[in-house]
């Protein structure tokens, strides 16, 4: 069995099945902050998109890709913006050595 | 859940809700505005391209054009109705050998004319000379440009058409084309290069006037952006890819009741090569005529039945309400 179903992603407001009262406020905000607002829709999807691979989530991944060409990016510029959130992981992983830096300097002589 | 599908017919896209229907569940009643303002002219399925979303199925191996014959009716209406704007399609429309007779005809009326031109058409035999042709005749040129990258462009339209369409805009702005200061008008047509709707118009606009600039010296009047169409070729394309069931509800949901006042069936009367009337462009290719009891043909028809009528719908007209909604001319509305 898959643990991921494409098909789930449209069916994202059965969650409000129960607690609806919660899933609605969480809706209003969700939706608010796509806006265009200081930081365009464009803007808001490349995020969006970033975000979404650094979370690894597939259902967020296949709706900003669809966001992000249905609000003018292209596929270099999505591009960019993937690497961008692989490289903060990538940094955020690396930090880390200081970490074992620092443990390996305490119980070494 | 239920995921109920409704399907007209093989020709039409299987949509989760009916068109009608959503119409009158917003309150809303489709109905032709007044007179006729966009007279859009189909004179066939010759193309020398075969593209991916072509409403039309047009390609270098179809045979069904206009003839003379239906040309001569055709300025005949232009004379005895005046419609303000002669809008003229295909195929590759020059590749009809009544084409320059019907903008010449049309012109010398005062008919503004609208040629829906794919650029690469240029290089074919005989047609070298189209920019100087339509800057002669004042002609307002159409042209699709999918992007303007190659790679999106010829993934849609085919090999080898970014680089000819490059050069097609080169002549036209060399004739004075894309130039406020002339009044030569070159519009672009932006079609997404997939199952996806068109972004915002006017930053789409706004990306192709600042890359076509940087990057080949174009100029351009402006840009329509044009929702594909679920039928024919595309609709093809969305059955082999398996997204017919996605992109259908994708513009189910993005139904905009405000994209309905401006679409174009409700000005335009469309007619095919042999002189059949329909809504629109679209309707053409489903073989959807007008509704029953109005004139069925071009040589039969007057103002009057059609004024205030009914226009007929189908599934595929979710296509021109998703979102900003679109048309020949672009979006309808703000989405």
């Known amino acids: 069995m898959a643990y991921y179903e494409e098909e789930d992603l449209g069916r994202f407001k059965e969650v409000g099945k129960h607690r609806p009262d919660l899933f609605e406020k969480f809706m209003a905000w969700y939706e608010a902050c796509q ?20 979370l690894q989530c597939p259902y967020c991944i296949d709706a900003y890709s669809q966001a992000c060409l249905e609000s003018g990016s292209n596929m270099e510029q999505m591009t960019e913006a993937i690497h961008m959130a692989s490289a903060l992981r990538g940094g955020a992983a690396l930090i ?14 | 859940m239920a995921r109920e599908l409704k399907v007209i017919s093989a020709d039409a896209p299987a949509a989760p809700e ?12 489709l109905a032709r505005a007044g007179r006729v ?13 075969a593209c991916k979303h ?12 206009m003839t003379r014959g239906v040309a001569e009716q055709v300025v005949a209406a232009l004379e005895k109705f005046r419609f303000p704007t002669l809008d003229i399609t295909g195929g590759a429309p020059e590749l009809n050998p009544s084409f320059r007779y019907m903008v010449g005809a049309a012109r010398a009326l005062g008919t503004r004319v609208v040629v829906r031109h794919n650029l690469t058409v240029m290089f074919e035999p005989g047609q070298e000379d189209l920019p100087e042709f339509f800057r002669a005749h004042s002609v307002e040129v159409v042209s699709s440009l999918p992007y303007f990258l190659e790679q999106q ?15 097609a805009l080169r002549r036209l702005n060399a004739s004075g084309y894309g130039d406020e200061a002339t009044g030569l008008v070159l519009n672009l047509v932006y079609n997404p290069a997939g199952a996806f709707l068109p972004p915002k118009q006017s930053s789409v606009e706004a990306d192709f006037r600042r890359e ?46 405000r994209a309905v006042e401006g679409l174009m069936c409700r000005d335009t009367l469309s007619v095919d090569w042999t002189g059949r009337l329909y809504d629109c462009d679209f309707n053409q290719m489903l073989e959807l005529g007008v509704p029953r009891g109005l004139p069925q043909t071009l040589s ?23 979102g900003a909604g679109s048309s020949c001319g672009g979006a309808t509305a703000v989405a």
């Not at chain 2, 303002?37 to 391209?49: R, S």
Request: aromatic share 8%; proline share 3%.
């Open chain 1, 35 to 54: 806006e265009d607002g200081a930081l365009s829709r464009r803007e808001k999807a490349l995020i969006g998109l970033a975000v979404a691979h650094a």
């Open chain 1, 96 to 109: 880390h050595a200081l970490q074992a830096h620092n443990s390996v300097d305490k119980v070494s002589m």
């Open chain 2, 18 to 29: 009916d068109f009608a229907s959503k119409l009158a569940a917003h309150g809303l009643r």
């Open chain 2, 37 to 49: 303002e966009v007279f859009q002219v189909n004179v066939g399925k010759l193309c020398n391209q």
């Open chain 2, 54 to 65: 072509c409403h039309v199925d047009a390609s270098p191996a179809r045979t069904e054009i």
């Open chain 2, 153 to 167: 462009t010829d993934a849609q339209r085919g090999r080898g058409v970014f680089d000819k369409s490059i050069e």
């Open chain 2, 212 to 257: 076509l600039s940087a990057r080949y010296g174009l100029r351009f009047n402006g840009l329509y952006t044009i929702t594909n169409m679920p039928i024919r070729r595309f609709l093809e394309y969305l059955r082999r890819t398996g997204n017919e069931e996605r992109y259908m509800r994708r513009l189910v949901e993005a139904f905009n009741p």
């Open chain 2, 300 to 322: 039969d028809f007057d103002p009057e039945s059609f004024d205030g009528g009914a226009v007929a719908v189908g599934p595929h007209c979710f296509g021109c309400t998703a």
